[in-house]
């Protein structure tokens, strides 16, 4: 990245909150370019990559505000470049968010609420409802919110942004469109038992439960 946008990141990043009606309120262009010296034209190019990056929304009348930080839209426009160059770079990101999710589960699982575990189960029934539906559905819906809502509650902005970054790429790719039934009855078997041990409090049956289901993408079916 060129070093006027890394400090143009810094200096948004920076700029204190002096509005108290509208803190997210930046200021504009005119007064950012007499501020830094730099250009409107050069800033505007500095913009539109924090625009790209999601940390700023610019809109028509309303100027410009700062967004509330995520990590996510930085690894997604690399990640999903990445995998429809190379069908390797998917498989090293499984890998890699395989991981995250091992090395942060009990962190994860110990600070869920009892409200987090009535949604849990809700969302197991939604997915099997569907599978023994007619027609069959895929509940793809069911499976990315049921790993992202173990997760929710870490307090890491950067594991919340590789691990929704996953599922951005899983979706470009488009493994959330088709997938073999008994696949899908496997996957959300072990759902069901990673569900059921964190409602018993048997978080490492829950984790073996994740392992065992890890795998199951591999062996997915073309």
């Known amino acids: ?6 400090d143009f990141l ?15 309120k930046l200021p504009s262009l005119q007064e950012m ?7 409107v034209s050069k800033l505007r190019e500095h913009l539109e990559v924090a625009r790209a990056l999601e940390l700023v929304d610019v ?22 470049y990445g995998v429809h160059l190379d069908r390797q770079h998917f498989e090293q990101y499984a890998d890699l968010r395989n991981k995250l999710e091992h090395a942060y589960w009990y962190q994860a ?5 009892p409200e987090d ?3 849990l189960q809700r969302l197991v029934d939604q997915a099997l409802q569907k599978l023994n539906g007619v027609p069959v559905r895929i ?3 069911e499976h990315r919110e049921l790993h992202m809502a173990i997760y929710r509650r870490l307090d890491n902005s950067f594991v919340q942004g590789l691990l929704e970054a996953f599922w951005d790429a899983y979706e ?3 493994l959330n469109l088709y997938a073999d039934y008994d696949y899908l009855q496997q996957v959300w078997r072990y759902h069901r038992e990673m569900v059921d041990a964190i409602l018993a409090g048997d978080f490492e049956a829950g984790l073996q439960a994740l392992i065992a289901h890890k795998d199951l993408l591999h062996h997915r079916p073309s």
């Open 109 to 113: 699982v110990a600070a869920l609420t």
């Open 172 to 174: 470009s790719f488009g």
């Open 10 to 24: 810094r200096y948004l990043a920076q700029i204190p909150d002096e509005n108290t009606e509208d803190s997210s």
């Open 117 to 119: 575990y009535r949604y």
């Open 59 to 80: 809109r028509p009348r309303l100027g410009i505000r700062r967004i509330p930080f995520s990590f996510t839209p930085a690894v997604r426009l690399s990640l999903v």
């Open 1 to 6: 990245m060129h070093q006027g946008t890394v």
């Open 139 to 141: 509940p793809h819906e």
């Open 33 to 39: 370019s007499a501020h830094l010296g730099v250009s």
